[in-house]
């Protein structure tokens, strides 16, 4: 199977943008109408729900049905055989944490078309992490990367520069080139956090990227909607935030790291709960959303361990890694 007889279908990790759709009958305002709700490309348009399409400003019920009608002619939906998703499978990318010990856990690193979560305590490495994968992600593939930019948000307001310059040196890379391939927001509240994922299609369409991080992924939510009046409605926004995420992997063939935030379990009884009675905020919504689920916590000394919870691809397991100048390093560069 090449690509070309993969390239139609939906999650084979192509980018068919909404443009295409001018060629099937179209217009171009309803084409601008669609970019300006966040939607850009053909497999965006056949995920979203005519329901929700309906919502857009300017799209009757008519025109809604027209788009999608375009949309499956352009892209295939329906049933193939394992063997071709298998194909659309050697697409994925392995990006490189900076550990060896923590890449072989992973079987090469962080994946594309995927979405990986990491939760964990303060001072686990969470944040380095994701400095790390920043600067990783830009490597050449012979080296770990994904010879990809990278899109940022920023919910904590954890986010440091001089620290990208500092794992780029490790790498021999310049930091300023590093730093420009990097886009880069800081997210005011969920609502804000929401509308910069909706607007990552545009950035997404240009090509080039690799890799999104959003650390960490339930800050503003816990802040906007407190207490358990508010969590039905909390969970819903999440569940839909995380959607978008997960659709942008598969459509444009990148990495989504979230990192989370942990609280007390003192029965220790919930889903994925760790051996301390801490565990991952989010709930449901959010351990179903990743499809890798990775608990970071303080090992001996300076050590940290880093543990597989949940993966469709790897076994249980668990690496030990610290921390330096130069981000997410082996045990060995203590």
Avoid: W
């Avoid at 310049?174 to 730093?179: E, I, N, P, R, S």
Wanted: net charge neutral.
């Amino acid at each position: 199977m090449n690509n070309e007889e993969t390239d139609g279908l939906i999650g084979a990790g192509n980018i068919i943008l909404i443009d295409e759709l001018q060629d099937h009958g179209i217009n171009a305002s309803d084409i601008t109408k669609l970019k300006a709700a966040g939607v850009y490309s053909i497999s965006t348009v056949l995920a979203t729900t005519r329901r929700n399409l309906c919502k857009i400003r300017g799209l009757s019920e008519t025109k809604v049905e027209k788009i999608k009608e375009a949309a499956n002619k352009i892209m295939k939906t329906g049933f193939i055989p394992a063997s071709i998703q298998a194909d659309i499978r050697k697409r994925v990318i392995k990006i490189s944490t900076g550990c060896k010990a923590f890449d072989e856990m992973l079987g090469g690193g962080i994946s594309t078309m995927s979405t990986t979560e990491v939760f964990g305590e303060f001072r686990t490495g969470k944040t380095q992490l994701a400095h790390t994968l920043c600067v990783t992600a830009q490597l050449p593939k012979e080296m770990g990367g994904a010879e990809g930019k990278v899109a940022y948000i920023d919910t904590e307001g954890t986010f440091r520069p001089e620290r990208i310059r500092e794992i780029a040196a490790r790498f021999d890379i310049d930091g300023d080139t590093c730093l420009n391939n990097i886009s880069y927001v800081r997210a005011l509240n969920s609502e804000h956090q929401n509308e910069l994922v909706e607007q990552l299609g545009q950035y997404l369409s240009e090509g080039g990227y690799k890799l999104i991080i959003v650390d960490s992924i339930i800050a503003l939510f816990r802040v906007d909607y407190s207490g358990r009046g508010e969590l039905g409605e909390r969970q819903q926004k999440l569940n839909q935030h995380l959607s978008r995420l997960g659709r942008l992997s598969e459509d444009f063939n990148l990495a989504v790291l979230l990192t989370n935030q942990v609280q007390s379990d003192p029965g220790a009884s919930a889903l994925f709960a760790s051996a301390d009675g801490r565990k991952p905020v989010g709930g449901h919504i959010l351990a179903h959303a990743s499809q890798t689920r990775i608990l970071l916590r303080k090992g001996r000394g300076e050590e940290r361990v880093a543990k597989i919870q949940d993966s469709p691809d790897c076994k249980e397991n668990e690496c030990t890694y610290c921390l330096g100048a130069g981000g997410i390093l082996d045990s060995s560069g203590i």
